[in-house]
């Protein structure tokens, strides 16, 4: 192939800087489990400049971005940032530089609003030089170009305001150096517009900034500067103005070719077309047409995430589509793809293949009713034509029952093949098969591929590789924003012709969203949407269900109820405003019961009548380091043994109880009646203990909704991955949110305590599931990422009140756990279908 | 690389007899209790102490079966306190000591289990609601009937009932019997049928499944009838085995099945199900009780030793070891960056 000094047209630019380069890389190189990502790049990035990084798909430019970011650690080479030599560079020591990068998938947490995902992601000192804090935001947004209500959830924006949200977060942050990995993929014309201005902005004011395309257009508008890489070598740098776009065209394409491809079908004309698909459109392209004769392979070519894969899903049957596909004559919807076709998906170990399972079950699966004789499956019938098949791919492993993840990426890749032979399909849709598979596999699966397609069943194989797509293809669509740009056929299949169109497209995406315009929610939506929705609902039900018991019982209300149902809401609710926080963070803490339990054992040994206050105080301490000590214990299972919360909680739950009948076989040590009396005092009619647990809820409130605290727990609940690149110490979080759990069971073991006024191994048990019940009353979703104290402390006082009103209604204890399983199950269905609403909303919102 | 290709790979063989971590795990940990038992404390392995502890055994395995079933689609069960309290009451208390209507009762039981099954598949597989809430109010209703059919007061078992299943065949407690058929048939339908390979499949991974076209929802759903029939199985085995239950006998088996599953092997993120390793399990922990109670030590050791077991059994498959010996053999060598 081509050697790389006979391309080389242009020079680097040798015009020397006024001020010091922003950037300087040299030597970079990176290996990624011995395959070159990058060797030897040296870019050179100046102030106030765009600096385009150019080349084709793989070609290592998100790999040199996250080396500039430090994101990734180079295997060799150094930077530089202002004339000073850069050590190791991580994301903490780039954000202190003022290197801010733009990532192609936005790094938002979508159960939280605009503003605290601002909040979250920016230092204080930014949101707070305004005049005031919505004002100072308002204007950020709007400096990207996006103008959506500050309060609105993220996970209801469209993905190019969600790209836009991004895009505010590493403006504001006044970057020295600003990189932005394809920014305009997902966004409309007018948005594009809006950010090339900005970016111009910037950039006047001496910002350096990277700019990642795969777009010559984009490129003429915008860079003074371009270098293009291929496989993961610079291949030339130049001034934009100084280069022409066959130029740079010659530098992007002519990758080595490593794998040999099978020879290509020689279809005879009066052959009749046994696939075909007409006008086919959905979610993210819009459209296409293509038909094939038997024997011929058809490719999707283009950059990645221009609709290909969705096309993909629509032809496995697993999207909706409108248009036709017909296989030999015959209309088939989107149901009978779904049984007839073979899918092998992009993502193999999220779609693809069955993880934890073997290599012969994965072959197997869609291909069982075929072994069965009689009722049961035929061992030797299944390990038979398994056996024939994978051997027939030759895919190596140790043995049919070796766990299918230990395979390499290349075998595993065989495995879904088989698994799609096996099944007998009328079509085979490939998404990038070859995608991390190594060379020799490659050739193989090429050989396989073209097997299949010669015997009858039409192929269809996307691949970002255009090089591939020219080797294996008969016919092949280049898509561009979810349309097709061209179908080329033939000697016209060549990576030249598809990179060119490719880049030289300048269509608007499909789904053009209107990601400028403001949000049209209303402010009653924006409320029924956010999470104080069924704190209000509570009320009503408390309110109305109070109102009634008292119409039947005038004493309903008399102080003395009123006190005695208050005071179980306070050990209720202060546990359940713990279990509010581990379920925040998206965990779980089965141990709150027990612990509350063994607490009060531990206190009836200290907190006696006949005990001085040195020894009541240290008990209490005593109490307060065990809480702590359990919390620690939880978080450290499920962080640093990977145990999942309810294995880590289920253990500490059933030692904990372990631990409570070792201190005391039966009830015993009378807790000291002047500790019962202070506790237990009371307001009127009102329990002390139950203001200052209303105290504690509007606090915990304002510290969630307001404070980083209460921002860090909901992050790390809404999207993990997300936090961690905002920021956030995702191990310290979950300990602390365990330890700050188990605290506030402390708190409701004092109360437990001075309700049974004696040390009780098997009580407090109950409590687990009752607060867990509480907080989802409360609209905590068990997914992680939302909820309210406020409504934990409702649903708290609701469940209390609903076990209250049977007794006092003469019902028997059958209706108490009737009305409090109707109660969890009714609040739990409206919920999630409340929330499953808004999903629909959005996505009828992307598909406009 | 070019050599792969050529050569001709040795054909891939599978062995018939696939022993699993948690097989091997919990197998060899039993034995090793029986060991210690007949060492240290003989009584606890004597006849009638195993004749004793069989019974309760083969309950927990039961249910413990129904609960890896649901763990094995990615979810936990809390409603087997109120589905096996539910069964214990309707068996004991709809025939009222009369042999003849023993029948339908167990029938009306199982009647209940299919409802409360197809009420927990419902919620979790179709509106997709989380596993942990939708059984535990599934778990309140059960007990509401279990309140309105017995009133919260026991009645004594029929006659027939107690000699089914408390009676004895061969000198072994006929309860082993029932235990041994439901691992008979949750092994040969799960593994051995088209549909329990499916149900496996989906289990481990959902999206894969619905990309080979499974339907994932109506597994998910039935997992939950599943385990709400070997619920009931359990439920009036146990009437059968205790003399006059109480209206609340089931609570003291949820925990245990939990944690059989988890001991077994099954992982809590859902998968593949070993329903031998579940059922040795199940010994163990009885066994463990047995060996306590003999030794004399409280409860509360019992409990612990419990914990810890299960501590060990999680942490046998969660952590990885190899990865850890070598933290501490050799630190990785720092890849520096020359400048």
């Not at chain 1, 505010?168 to 990189?179: R, T, V």
């Not at chain 2, 004597?46 to 069989?54: D, K, Q, T, Y």
């Amino acid at each position: 192939m081509n050697n790389q000094d006979t391309v080389d047209v242009t020079t680097p630019d040798k015009v020397e800087p006024a001020a010091p380069a922003t950037l300087v890389m040299s030597n970079i190189s990176k290996l990624y489990s011995g395959v070159a990502a990058l060797s030897d790049v040296s870019v050179e990035i100046l102030p106030g400049e765009v600096h385009a990084i150019l080349g084709e798909n793989g070609a290592g430019k998100s790999t040199l971005m996250n080396v500039a970011s430090g994101t990734a650690q180079p295997d060799g080479g150094s930077i530089t940032f202002e004339g000073t030599p850069i050590g190791v560079l991580t994301p903490a020591i780039a954000v202190q530089l003022g290197i801010a990068i733009v990532h192609q998938h936005p790094a938002v947490l979508p159960d939280m609003t605009v503003l605290e995902n601002l909040q979250v992601a920016l230092p204080a000192e930014v949101l707070s030089s305004g005049t005031s804090l919505e004002a100072t935001a308002t204007a950020l947004l709007a400096d990207a170009g996006l103008s959506v209500h500050l309060q609105d959830r993220v996970e209801l924006l469209s993905v190019a305001q969600k790209h836009l949200l991004e895009i505010a977060k590493a403006l504001a942050l006044k970057p020295k150096l600003l990189i932005l990995d394809e920014p305009t993929a997902p966004l409309g014309q007018a948005s594009v517009d809006l950010l090339f201005e900005r970016v111009r902005r910037s950039v006047s004011n001496g910002t350096a900034v990277v700019y990642i395309t795969h777009r010559l257009a984009e490129v003429r508008e915008l860079a003074d500067k371009v270098t293009v890489l291929r496989d993961g070598r610079v291949r030339g740098s130049a001034r934009v103005v100084d280069i022409t776009d066959d130029e740079l065209l010659a530098m992007i394409v002519g990758r080595k070719l490593e794998s040999t491809f099978p020879p290509k079908h020689i279809s005879s004309p009066d052959d009749e077309a046994n696939f075909s698909i007409n006008g086919l459109s959905g979610s993210g392209f819009a459209n296409i047409s293509i038909s094939a004769r038997p024997g011929e392979i058809i490719g999707i070519a283009g950059v990645v995430g221009n609709g290909q894969s969705e096309l993909m899903r629509a032809l496995a049957g697993l999207d909706y589509f409108t248009g036709t596909v017909a296989i030999a004559g015959t209309t088939l919807n989107s149901r009978q793809l779904l049984q007839e076709a073979a899918y092998m998906p992009a993502d193999r170990h999220r779609e693809g293949l069955l993880m934890s399972l073997s290599v012969r079950e994965n072959a197997a699966v869609s291909a069982l009713a075929k072994f069965k004789r009689g009722p049961l499956l035929s061992r030797k019938r299944e390990l038979g034509t398994v056996a024939e098949t994978l051997g027939s791919l030759a895919v190596k492993a140790a043995s049919m029952d070796s766990v299918v993840s230990s395979l390499s990426g290349g075998n595993q890749q065989k495995v879904v093949l088989a698994r799609a032979l096996l099944s007998e399909p009328l079509l085979v849709v490939a998404d990038e098969p070859t995608q991390g598979v190594d060379v020799g596999a490659r050739a193989e699966i090429y050989r396989i591929l073209r097997e299949v397609s010669a015997s009858g069943i039409p192929v269809v194989v996307a691949s970002s590789d255009a090089k591939e797509l020219e080797g294996l293809c008969d016919q092949v669509i280049v898509m561009s924003r979810g349309h097709a740009l061209e179908v080329l056929q033939g000697a016209a299949i060549s990576e030249e012709r598809m990179i060119h169109a490719a880049v030289r497209s300048t269509t608007r995406s499909v789904s053009v969203v209107a990601d400028a315009e403001a949000s049209k929610h209303s402010g009653l939506r924006r409320f029924l949407q956010g999470d104080y929705a069924p704190a209000v609902l509570l009320v009503g039900v408390i309110a109305l269900l109070g109102s009634f018991l008292f119409s039947q019982n005038a004493r309903y209300l008399s102080d003395f109820n009123i006190y005695s149902v208050l005071t179980l809401v306070t050990a209720l609710g202060f546990i359940a405003l713990g279990q509010t926080i581990s379920l925040l963070i998206g965990g779980i803490d089965l141990s709150v019961g027990p612990l509350a339990g063994f607490l009060v054992v531990i206190g009836s040994f200290f907190i006696n009548d006949d005990k001085s206050v040195l020894m009541i105080v240290l008990g209490v301490v005593l109490m307060i380091v065990v809480a702590a000590v359990v919390g620690v214990v939880n978080g450290s299972l499920i962080r640093f043994a990977r145990f999942t919360p309810i294995a880590a909680t289920l253990t500490v739950y059933i030692a904990l109880q372990g631990f409570s009948f070792l201190l005391r076989s039966s009830p015993d040590g009378y807790i000291n009646s002047t500790v019962t009396g202070i506790i237990g005092s009371q307001l009127g009619p009102v329990p002390v203990a139950f203001i200052v647990l209303v105290a504690a809820t509007l606090v915990t409130e304002y510290c969630l909704k307001k404070r980083r605290w209460g921002w860090r727990l909901r992050a790390t609940g809404s999207n993990e991955e997300s936090a961690r690149r905002n920021g956030i110490n995702i191990n310290r979080t979950v300990v602390l949110a365990y330890v700050a759990t188990s605290l506030f069971a402390f708190v409701g073991a004092v109360m437990l305590m001075a309700q049974i006024g004696v040390g009780d191994p098997a009580q407090g048990v109950g409590y687990t599931l009752t607060s867990i019940t509480a907080v989802v009353l409360g609209g905590t979703s068990l997914l992680g990422g939302r909820g309210t104290f406020i409504g934990t402390l409702l649903g708290s006082i609701l469940l209390v009140q609903v076990l209250n009103a049977t007794s006092f209604l003469g019902l028997s204890q059958m209706w108490q756990y009737l009305f409090q399983g109707l109660l969890i199950l009714v609040a739990a269905i409206v919920y999630s279908v409340a929330r499953r609403n808004n999903k629909r909303r959005k996505t009828s919102f992307a598909l406009r | 690389m070019i050599d792969a290709t050529v050569r001709e790979p040795a054909k891939l063989l599978s062995s018939r007899l696939v022993v699993s971590k948690g097989f091997v795990t919990v197998g060899v940990s039993t034995v090793l209790l029986f060991v210690v038992c007949a060492l240290v404390a003989p009584t606890s392995v004597s006849g009638g102490a195993v004749l004793g502890m069989i019974p309760f055994a083969a309950v927990l395995a039961i249910v413990g079966l129904g609960q890896m079933l649901v763990v094995q689609q990615g979810g936990i069960d809390l409603s087997i306190p109120g589905a096996v309290s539910l069964a214990i009451v309707i068996v004991s208390h709809e025939p009222d000591g009369d042999n003849s209507r023993l029948l339908p009762a167990v029938i009306l039981a199982l009647a209940y289990a299919i409802g409360a099954g197809l009420l927990n598949g419902f919620m979790v597989g179709r509106l997709g609601l989380n596993s942990i809430i939708a059984t535990l109010g599934t778990n309140a209703l059960l007990f509401g009937a279990v309140l309105g059919i017995s009133g919260g007061t026991p009645r004594s078992t029929t006659s027939l009932l107690a000699g089914i299943a408390g009676g004895l065949t061969w000198g072994i407690p006929n309860s082993a019997f029932f235990a041994l058929a439901a691992l008979a048939i949750v092994t040969v339908v799960v593994k051995r049928t088209v549909a329990g390979r499916r149900f496996e499949a989906v289990g481990a991974n959902p999206l894969t499944a619905r990309a080979t076209g499974l339907r994932v929802t109506i597994h998910q759903s039935l997992a939950f009838v599943w385990a709400q029939l070997l619920y009931c199985l359990a439920g009036i085995l146990l009437a059968g085995i205790t003399n006059q239950p109480t209206a609340f006998q089931g609570d003291a088996y949820l925990l245990p099945a939990v944690a059989v599953v988890v001991l077994g092997g099954t992982s809590l993120l859902g998968g593949r199900g070993y329903p031998i390793a579940t059922v040795i399990a199940a010994l163990f922990l009885s066994q463990l009780d047995q060996f306590v109670l003999s030794l004399g030590v409280p409860y509360a050791v019992r409990t612990l030793v419990q914990a810890a077991a299960l501590a060990v059994g999680v942490a046998l498959y969660t952590v990885d070891w190899a990865a850890f010996r070598q933290r501490f053999i050799r630190r990785s060598p720092r890849i520096g960056t020359p400048a």
